[in-house]
Each structure stands twice: as C-alpha cells, then as structure tokens.
C-alpha cells in the first residue's frame, strides 16, 4: 500500500543494533519511562519537544502490542481511498523513534503526516493539542497484550529474550518493558478519551466487526467513502491478508509482528497466580475508571 522503504530500513537498522544488546542493556530511562536503546535516543526526545505538529496530523496513539500496526494500515488505505495517492513513509512512522533531526525533516513532508506513538499522554508533544491534531487511541485488553509483546521479544531471533514468561509477566507488572507500564499508560489516558479530536478503539472491537469500525474511522478522520471502499479496505485489513503481505510491508519482521492476531490467547499462558494479580492490578488501578470500562475487562480478561 505505501512505499515501505524506509519503514523497513528502520526496522532492519533496529534489528541490526538488537543483535549485539543483552536484554540487561536493552532500556535507558528518560523522564522515568524506559525505553528500548536500538529504535530511541535522548537527543530524539529532547528535539521531540519542538515538534510542530500540523492540525491536520493523524496521530496513533497506544501501548505497544495493542495493534498499532493494524490501525496503521487502515488509516493508509483510507488515505487512498479518499485521494488515491499512496502514503508514502520518508520516515519511520513511529514519533518518538529515529534519529534527532527526523522533525526537521518531517516540516517538509505532505499532510496529512500520519504519527503513530507509544508515548504516554502527558509525554506527547504540546503542539499536538494546541494545534487540534486528531488522535486515535487504540487499546488492547492487558492479558493479551502481555502476551504479545512476550512473544515478540522471544520470537524474533535477533531480539533480547527473556528467560521465562514468568520473568516476562513480572517485569510487565512493574512496568519494566518499553515504554513502561501498561496500567500508567492507561491511567494517563483515561481522562482524555472524550476529549474533542481524540477517538477511542478498542482492539477487540475491530476483531468483531472489522467494516463498521473501519466506517467509524473514515468518520472521524472526515474522510468521504463509499459502503463498497469501506469492504475493500476491511477485506484487506484482516489477519489473514496482512500476515501474507508482511514480508512485503515489514520485512522479516513481519511474520513475527502480525503472530496470531486473536482474543483470549492470554489463556495459553497466564497462571492462576498470575490472573489473580492482574485481575487484582486491573481492580485497583482502572476497574472504577470510564477506560475501565470501555476495556470490557469481564469480557475479554476473565473466564
Ligand atoms: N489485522 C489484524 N488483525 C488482528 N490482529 C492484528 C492485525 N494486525 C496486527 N495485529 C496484531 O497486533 C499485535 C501487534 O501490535 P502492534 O502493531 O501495536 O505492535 S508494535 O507495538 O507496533 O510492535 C500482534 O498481536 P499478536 O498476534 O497477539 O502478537 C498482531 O498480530
């Protein structure tokens, strides 16, 4: 769909720099937040903060794992749909991640630029408020997402493993992984999900009933498509059809980003004991929050 060529640069240079790092020097910290050292610096954060972001940005905000890449795609394919140009990726499309001088470059690109970011909600840029951006924040249940990003570290080969999904699952409660906790994420986000210009997904929902989420997107975005547009881009949104185009889209990163794409394979892998503390974890921190909510956690996390 979009010229991929530099997407997959990154992707390779990050991969390239993840071979020679244990897991012990995988995370520096800045503004309390750990991040991975092969795809983040300092300099890029300290630049990130005269970022001008554009009022006609699309930002993709989430936690990694909760499908970002899914959103990603579909984001681009309506940007097709509506002006039948391709989205092209001069950078890696992942704010934060790059070299420091990626901003200065991104004043030259075409709108809509399309953001994704991990970052937390108080970490983003202010200019992306002042100037009204639109931003999707997309959310994925916490069980299942542990478990991804537990399969991306121990699958991809050139990635730091950890030993266990024990060990994986108690650094994940401490919000000892990249981009730090889950639950904090959460928390920073849940006051701004009705915020004007910000709309909430949920991943699940996009699973159940892919075209309508889709529709509600193109609303949002203001983006003008037809019923018939709508079941192009779904149909070629699913799993199935972005797994076998994933060498192409992501390079031999691919197969291993788009795994298994379902719900509830938190249920191969959680113990008893470890249900127990994220149910407990989820109790305290976001069961009373309206995100809480929105996350369908009796659903999707229990049972
Ligand atoms: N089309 C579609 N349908 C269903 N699921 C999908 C889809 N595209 C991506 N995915 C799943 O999203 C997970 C990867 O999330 P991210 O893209 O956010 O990863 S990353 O943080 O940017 O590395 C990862 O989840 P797991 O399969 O559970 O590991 C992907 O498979």
């Known amino acids: 769909m979009a010229d991929e060529s530099k997407f997959i640069e990154f992707i390779d240079e990050a991969l390239e720099k993840s071979k020679e790092t244990a897991l012990s020097h995988l995370f520096f910290t800045y503004e309390g937040i750990p991040y991975p050292v092969t795809m983040c610096t300092s300099e890029t954060f300290q630049a990130l903060d005269a970022f001008e972001a554009r009022h006609d940005d699309i930002v993709l905000a989430s936690y990694p794992k909760c499908g970002s ?51 937390h909600y108080d970490k983003l840029p202010e200019s992306i408020f002042k100037n009204k951006a639109k931003i999707l924040v997309i959310f994925r249940n916490p069980k299942d997402t542990a478990v991804s990003f537990f399969h991306f570290h121990n699958n991809v080969p050139d990635i730091p493993s950890y030993s266990s999904w024990d060990e994986f699952f108690r650094q994940f409660m401490k ?96 113990s008893g004991a470890q249900n127990q503390e994220m149910d407990e974890k989820f109790k305290k921190s976001l069961a009373v929050t309206s995100l809480g909510a929105k996350l369908k956690y009796e659903s999707y996390c229990q049972g």
């Open 175 to 270: 919000g000892q992984v990249s981009w730090g906790s889950y639950f904090d994420f959460a928390i920073n986000w849940n006051k701004h999900l009705d915020d004007e210009n910000v709309k909430f997904i949920l991943y699940e929902d996009l699973k159940e009933n892919l075209a309508d989420e889709i529709k509600q997107i193109a609303e949002f975005l203001a983006f003008s498509v037809t019923e018939e547009q709508i079941h192009t881009i779904s149909a070629k949104s699913t799993f199935p059809a972005m797994r076998a185009a994933s060498q192409e889209t992501h390079g031999a990163l691919g197969p291993f980003l788009f795994r298994k794409g379902e719900v509830g394979d938190w249920k191969n892998l959680f």
């Open 69 to 119: 890449n899914w959103i990603l795609h579909i984001v681009c394919e309506l940007i097709f749909a509506v002006s039948k140009k391709k989205y092209e990726y001069p950078e890696f499309p992942v704010l934060e991640c790059g070299d420091s001088g990626k901003y200065q470059r991104m004043k030259q690109f075409p709108s809509p630029r399309i953001l994704a970011t991990h970052l």
